[in-house]
């Protein structure tokens, strides 16, 4: 099979037994971005020389028997992970020219254990958005159909893996942007609990929401790259010092006995019916591996949103304060003071949405308003959590859709922020508790990809992962390939 | 103003949602109070971008305000996702000096020293 169809698991064990090179693979990779990333703008950094650095060196770490766990396996990280030397714009003009003097963990982790980093990726700018069509470099095409938005933030991350120029990608999710993505290029999307993966050197956008993950091909793809990515690191104060699994071998755990929860409200009228029938059809593959469906209910499901949309821009307005023209980042010219400076390098630097984000936390935060919007948003997100809560109790795995339609037109809903904050209706409640959660593929309307959302307890990856794994044992929704992507 | 009654009761996720925005227009910014919260988040608007911005966060700020009508009595507002505390650790140097190779990214140094229009006259 050709190397570019082959799975991060596929490539180790090829790598493995010496049927290819590491080199021979990133040229290979190499050629297919050069050859297709113009119809996608997936990339905004290709690491062409880099990368096949990195790939001799993995190559020859495996003839002196010291590979790592990842030698020779090629990457992309989205353009929010600093990595030292190279430029990271976060997608915004502000960044533009931004050279991140350091890597991020989750960069260092993976380069460690032998990773290839072929590029950096287009997303929303500073994350915010689910189409990418914010990002100052442009919008990523989805490769299902190049009029069509791959969704976002990690759009690029999900379009470069759905088309097959690289086996998977590092993402981040703040309130859907790993796994709306995903469910949008029939990929798989991995968001681990908060905390999990260290968040130093990934650009913050609301830190308490933020968290680090995959977007991969198939599930025990994702579980081999969460076990490199996990674990405790003191350089980011809100990482949890947590055992890590073995998330690979745990892939195997039987679906028989696993409690499914199933929540109501997300199969109401706003869900499109052909991805309600495709999620419903991916439950019946569930229990007839021996799953139980049960019915829950999450009481403040509508308040999710409206929750997100104040934490969120009232945390990031705090993180953006530090653009400020001075110190690195984008600088107006001619200044004719040092407020001038300010408010124009931060006028120009920002594109419109992080613009109004930031104006809308800067609002909820300020005298006045506080008790109303933020410290009410703080009270909500507890209820939302206490309902997670309960649920948890009877089930071990909360199942439903992970975005309300499948990918629409580019500009089809850039008129209305609220219409595209929509988009994130089944996945901002996991980040406002913390859950880890995933998406899987799990069919296609109209020739476009569907994903099945998975929720679990915190730290419950193992289960999410084991059980997209059986799921993707009985089905074929993850190989399936966008056409003119063979 | 921001309080206007604004919450509309609604059945299903579509229909739902579109609710939210049909019934109202009182929850709204004027543009001076736009003009005030762009100079607090150090943000100059270009003359073009202020009506779309006026409309747009008002649309916003008319979606968050469904939140008044949560029960939230007796609630603690939360922080954590998991419930931690900041953990701390002893305060000591274990950065190296890196000021070079970091100001490399600055707009304008001179000896070390960021540079910025004059702030004493």
Known sequence: MSLHLQTLTELASGLGSGDFTAVELTRQLLGRIEAHDAGLNAFITVLGERALAAAAAADAARRAGEAGRLAGLPLVHKDIFCMRDVRTTCGSRMLENFVAPYDATVVERLARAGAVVLGKTNMDEFAMGSSNETSWFGPVRNPWDRERSPGGSSGGSAAAVAARLVPAATATDTGGSIRQPAALTGTVGLKPTYGRVSRHGMIAFASSLDQAGVIARSAADAALLLGVMAGFDARDSTCLDHPVPDYVAGLDAPLAGLRVGIVRQHFDAGLDAGCAAAVREALRVLEARGATLTEVDLPNLDYCVPTYYVVAPAEASSNLSRFDGVRFGYRAADPKDLLDLYCRSRGEGFGAEVKRRIMTGTYVLSAGYYDAYYLKAQKVRQLISEDFRRAFATVDVIAGPTAPTPAFRLGDKTDDPVTMYLNDIYTIGANLAGLPALSAPCGLVDGLPVGLHLVGPHFAEESLLSAAHQYQQETDWHRRLPEGYA | ?121
Do not use: W
Not at chain 2, 37 to 44: D, E, G, K, V, W
Not at chain 2, 54 to 71: E, G, H, T, Y
Not at chain 2, 78 to 99: K, N, S
Not at chain 2, 101 to 110: K, L, T, W
């Open chain 2, 1 to 121: 103003m921001h309080k206007a009654a604004c919450i509309i009761a609604c059945a299903s996720v579509g229909g739902r949602f579109q609710a939210y925005f049909s019934g109202f227009s009182a929850v709204s910014l004027d543009h001076d109070q736009v003009q005030h919260i762009a100079m607090l988040a150090r943000l100059r608007l270009a003359d073009d971008e202020i009506a779309e911005t006026v409309a747009k966060l008002s649309r916003i700020v008319a979606f968050v305000d469904q939140l008044s009508s949560a029960p939230t009595a007796d609630v603690p507002a939360m922080a954590h996702p998991l419930d931690r505390t900041q953990r701390l650790r002893p305060d000591r140097v274990t950065e190296p000096d890196d000021r070079e190779h970091v100001q490399e990214n600055a707009p304008a140094v001179a000896d070390g020293l960021y540079l910025v229009p004059r702030v004493l006259e």
